[in-house]
C-alpha cells in the first residue's frame, strides 16, 4: 500500500456546488476552501490555564483540538462538597470558545479517589460515588460529553495501596460488586444525566484479560461507545507491529478504538524490568538531545500507525509540557523552560500539514462545482466577501451552497 492510500479511509472526496440565489450555478468563480477541524481527535491534556502560561496555551491550540479535562475525585472534592467546579468549568469554556472538543477523565477510577469517603459504610459509599458521577455529568453536559466512565476496572478490585491494604472504597466497592457490575454503575448513572454523552471504558492492560472484559461488558447489554486503550511508553517505543496487533484484537469487538493516554519519551527510557511504571522514582529525569531526535521519530511512527488503522477514532497525548509531567518523565512537546523540542514540530507537520487543507484556491467550472481531497472534518468555503462552514466526512461527499451573485 502506497503512502498516499493508507490514509485513504480519513479522507474526504468533496464536490462543492455554488449557486446564486435562484439556484444557477455560479461559474467562474473563485473560491477558497480552508480547514477548520478534523473529525478524527488529535488530543493532548489540557493545557495550564494559568496567567503565565498564555504561550504555551497558544502552541496547545495550534496543535490540539480535542482536550482532557483532570476530574479525580479527590482532588475534584477533596473535602465533602467542596469541588472544584468553578476553576474547570473555566478552563472548559476558554477551550470551548476556541472549538476545543472536550472529554472529562474519569467518572470512576481507585486511585486520587476521596479519601473521605474510605471510612464510610460501602452502601454510603456507593450512593456517593453515584451522586458524584451524576453531579459532573449534569453539571458539564453540553460542554463536556465525551467521559472516560470508568478507568482501570481490570486491576481495581485487586488494587492495594492502602497502608493496611483494606481501606480504598473503591476497590471495595468493585471487589464486591465485581467488575461488570461496576462497568454498569458507572455507564448508567452517567447515561441518566446525559444520555447522548459518549462513554468510554478505558485500561492500562492490553492484553487478555482486557478484551475479556469487554466481552463480558458488551454481553451484559452494556452500552459503551468507545475502546480506551493507554500507552505510556516509558521502557520505549511500542513499534507499528505491536500498535496493529493491539488495534486488531480490540477492533473485532466493532467499537471506535480511543488511544487515550500516550507518553513516549525524549529522554532516558526506564529499566525494562520495572513492571509497576509508578516504582520507578529518580531525582532527575533530564530531556536529551539524543532523546529528543528520537522522540520525534517516534511519534510520527506512532500516529502516523495509528491514524492509518480504520478503527482508531482518536489519539490523546498525555502531558504537554515537561513542567509537572506525570512521574517527572521527559514526556513532553516542550522543555520545562518552554522552548519547543522537535517532536512538536513533527507532529505539527503531520497533523497541521500533511494531514490538513491550509488554503486551496479553487475556480468553479461551468456547472458551478469545484472539486478537492481532503481529511475529513470542518471546512471554510469563501467566496468573495461570503462564506459557508461545512462538515464533511470521509468519503465522497457533494453539498450545494448559495452564494450572492
Not at 476530574?71 to 467542596?82: A, D, S, T
Not at 461488570?180 to 454503575?185: K, R
Request: hydrophobic share 40%; charged share 25%.
Amino acid at each position: 500500500m502506497s503512502t498516499a492510500d493508507r490514509y485513504a479511509h480519513r479522507k474526504v472526496n468533496a464536490t462543492i456546488v455554488l449557486t446564486d440565489p435562484q439556484g444557477k450555478p455560479l461559474a467562474g468563480r473563485p473560491v477558497t476552501v480552508q480547514q477548520r477541524a478534523h473529525v478524527f481527535g488529535f488530543g493532548c491534556t489540557a493545557p495550564d490555564m494559568g496567567e503565565e502560561a498564555s504561550e504555551t496555551r497558544e502552541l496547545w491550540t495550534q496543535l490540539f483540538d480535542t482536550a482532557t479535562l483532570a476530574f479525580y475525585w479527590g482532588r475534584y472534592e477533596p473535602i465533602q462538597g467542596v469541588t472544584d467546579r468553578e476553576r474547570v468549568m473555566h478552563s472548559a469554556h476558554w477551550l470551548a470558545n476556541r472549538g476545543v472538543r472536550l472529554k472529562g477523565h474519569p467518572l470512576v477510577w481507585h486511585t486520587v479517589k476521596a479519601p473521605w469517603v474510605d471510612d464510610l459504610p460501602l452502601s454510603d459509599a456507593e450512593e456517593l460515588l453515584r451522586g458524584r458521577i451524576r453531579r459532573e455529568v449534569s453539571d458539564f453536559a453540553g460542554i463536556v460529553d465525551s467521559w472516560d466512565a470508568i478507568n482501570e476496572v481490570v486491576i481495581m478490585p485487586d488494587f492495594v495501596n492502602e497502608p493496611d491494604g483494606i481501606k480504598n472504597a473503591i476497590t471495595r466497592i468493585c471487589a464486591k460488586k465485581g467488575r461488570v457490575a461496576m462497568v454498569a454503575l458507572a455507564v448508567e448513572e452517567a447515561r441518566s444525566q446525559n444520555p447522548e454523552a459518549q462513554l468510554i471504558l478505558n485500561d492500562f492492560d492490553l492484553g487478555p484479560r482486557y478484551e475479556s472484559l469487554v466481552e463480558e461488558v458488551l454481553a451484559a447489554g452494556i452500552k459503551i461507545d468507545a475502546i480506551g486503550l493507554q500507552s505510556h511508553m516509558h521502557k520505549g517505543f511500542r513499534g507499528e507491529e505491536q500498535l496493529n496487533d493491539i488495534c486488531n484484537r480490540f477492533a473485532r469487538f466493532g467499537l471506535p478504538l480511543h488511544w487515550t493516554e500516550t507518553t513516549i519519551l525524549s529522554g532516558d527510557l526506564m529499566p525494562s524490568d520495572i513492571e509497576d511504571l509508578n516504582d520507578y522514582v529518580v531525582a532527575d529525569w533530564p530531556s536529551t538531545a539524543e532523546g529528543e531526535a528520537r522522540q520525534a521519530e517516534e511519534i510520527v511512527r506512532h500516529y502516523s500507525t495509528l491514524v492509518a488503522h480504520p478503527a482508531v477514532e482518536s489519539i490523546t497525548y498525555w502531558g504537554f509540557d515537561d513542567g509537572g509531567a506525570w512521574l517527572g518523565a521527559p514526556v513532553g512537546f516542550l522543555r520545562e523552560d518552554g522552548t519547543q523540542k522537535p517532536s512538536y514540530s513533527a507532529l505539527r507537520d503531520l497533523i497541521r500539514g500533511e494531514w490538513w487543507l491550509d488554503s486551496a484556491e479553487l475556480v468553479t467550472d461551468s456547472e458551478g462545482r469545484i472539486f478537492f481531497d481532503a481529511f475529513a472534518g470542518s471546512f471554510d468555503v469563501i467566496s468573495g466577501e461570503s462564506h459557508v462552514t461545512v462538515d464533511l466526512p470521509a468519503g465522497p461527499a457533494q453539498v450545494e451552497m448559495m452564494f450572492p451573485s
